[in-house]
């Protein structure tokens, strides 16, 4: 785990390891302004316990030789979370994304970039063909959804760089406003971790909700002069997100379709690729199946009568 902001945004990196197994987890930080590496080391001394820590200072770039040789062979879910996107170009973290067996969890400052995707300077621009190790990023400045197309651009870079098998992300909102502050991207050779990543967004969607709910109604009474009723929280997500998961599932049943007309998938093959697109959670993807089958566009081998949903050891292929 790298970085010092994992203290400042810790709710997604904690809930996603607490799905994993128990293992025995070391974490490095690094921090490259001295006064605040002090701090870091004064505060990682009072929390010493199961985890054992290491504090580096210095750049992350200039630490990954540093890093690596501490992770040696071991497994490493690496949390690179930046300030903006300098110093993270796509070249020099390659180590980190090549690194076996590991994961990369990535906070892309999506706010920040597209504050500066516009802007015709050429020092800017090339430092975001090093922080995406491309120039394709360019056309994104032509396109109708620079938001989804910067994402996946850095997501097809990261699956590409790193030899990943599977890459996928989740947007995180602003308090005031119903557009992403930045999203967090991630990316794994096991299928498993797809999985594992939607049922955390799915438990924390909610959550998210609550917050905004809150920091809205607060922003309101400071503006009015006047306290609000508040109320306890709702059970259903908010339409933002609904309007927003209604689009993804929409995605997610173009791709499924498409990719059983290249062929019968097993189930467990299949299911991964569907659960990479955001906000589509693993009880979707036997709906999405029931469905077209319905409609009459797939068929759903080795499904008996007798059951009701589809599982692991069916075949899916697209209906003559």
Same mark, same amino acid.
């Given at each position: 785990?790298?970085?010092?902001?994992?203290?400042?945004?810790?709710?997604?990196?904690?809930?996603?390891?607490?799905?994993?197994?128990?293992?025995?987890?070391?974490?490095?930080?690094?921090?490259?302004?001295?006064?605040?590496?002090?701090?870091?080391?004064?505060?990682?001394?009072?929390?010493?316990?199961?985890?054992?820590?290491?504090?580096?200072? $210095?750049?992350?770039? +200039? =630490? !990954?030789?540093? *890093? #690596? /040789?501490?992770?040696?062979?071991?497994?490493?879910?690496? &949390?690179?979370?930046?300030?903006?996107?300098? $110093?993270?170009?796509? +070249? =020099? !973290?390659?180590? *980190? #994304? /090549?690194?076996?067996?590991?994961?990369?969890?990535?906070? &892309?400052?999506?706010?920040?970039?597209?504050?500066?995707?516009?802007?015709?300077?050429?020092?800017?621009?090339?430092?975001?063909?090093?922080?995406?190790?491309?120039?394709?990023?360019?056309?994104?400045?032509?396109?109708?959804?620079?938001?989804?197309?910067?994402?996946?651009?850095?997501?097809?870079?990261?699956?590409?760089?790193?030899?990943?098998?599977?890459?996928?992300?989740?947007?995180?909102?602003?308090?005031?406003?119903?557009?992403?502050?930045?999203?967090?991207?991630?990316?794994?050779?096991?299928?498993?971790?797809?999985?594992?990543?939607?049922?955390?967004?799915?438990?924390?969607?909610?959550?998210?909700?609550?917050?905004?709910?809150?920091?809205?109604?607060?922003?309101?009474?400071?503006?009015?002069?006047?306290?609000?009723?508040?109320?306890?929280?709702?059970?259903?997500?908010?339409?933002?997100?609904?309007?927003?998961?209604?689009?993804?599932?929409?995605?997610?049943?173009?791709?499924?379709?498409?990719?059983?007309?290249?062929?019968?998938?097993?189930?467990?093959?299949?299911?991964?690729?569907?659960?990479?697109?955001?906000?589509?959670?693993?009880?979707?993807?036997?709906?999405?199946?029931?469905?077209?089958?319905?409609?009459?566009?797939?068929?759903?081998?080795?499904?008996?009568?007798?059951?009701?949903?589809?599982?692991?050891?069916?075949?899916?292929?697209?209906?003559?």
């Amino acid at each position: 785990m790298l970085g010092k902001a994992i203290a400042m945004k810790p709710d997604w990196a904690q809930a996603y390891m607490a799905q994993q197994r128990v293992a025995n987890i070391r974490a490095i930080f690094v921090e490259k302004d001295p006064t605040a590496f002090r701090a870091l080391e004064y505060a990682l001394q009072q929390h010493r316990g199961a985890v054992t820590t290491t504090a580096l200072l $210095g750049t992350f770039q +200039d =630490n !990954i030789p540093a *890093i #690596l /040789r501490q992770v040696g062979t071991s497994f490493a879910f690496f &949390f690179i979370d930046p300030k903006g996107w300098t $110093g993270f170009a796509m +070249d =020099n !973290i390659r180590p *980190i #994304l /090549r690194h076996r067996p590991g994961e990369v969890m990535v906070n &892309f400052m999506y706010d920040f970039i597209n504050r500066f995707i516009n802007y015709p300077d050429s020092t800017n621009e090339q430092s975001l063909d090093r922080f995406f190790g491309t120039t394709h990023w360019r056309d994104i400045r032509n396109t109708t959804d620079r938001e989804d197309a910067s994402v996946d651009l850095y997501k097809e870079q990261l699956r590409a760089t790193g030899a990943h098998t599977y890459v996928t992300s989740t947007g995180i909102l602003k308090p005031l406003h119903n557009r992403a502050y930045f999203h967090l991207i991630y990316a794994t050779r096991n299928p498993k971790g797809i999985l594992k990543f939607r049922d955390v967004e799915k438990q924390t969607v909610k959550e998210q909700d609550t917050v905004r709910a809150a920091a809205q109604r607060t922003h309101r009474e400071s503006t009015t002069g006047q306290a609000e009723l508040a109320f306890g929280p709702s059970a259903e997500i908010s339409t933002t997100i609904q309007l927003e998961r209604r689009h993804r599932l929409n995605q997610a049943k173009g791709r499924l379709l498409h990719l059983i007309r290249q062929g019968p998938i097993p189930y467990e093959a299949l299911q991964p690729l569907i659960l990479e697109h955001p906000l589509v959670w693993n009880s979707d993807f036997n709906t999405l199946l029931l469905e077209a089958q319905q409609e009459g566009s797939l068929i759903i081998g080795g499904m008996t009568a007798r059951e009701r949903t589809p599982k692991r050891g069916h075949l899916i292929r697209s209906k003559p």
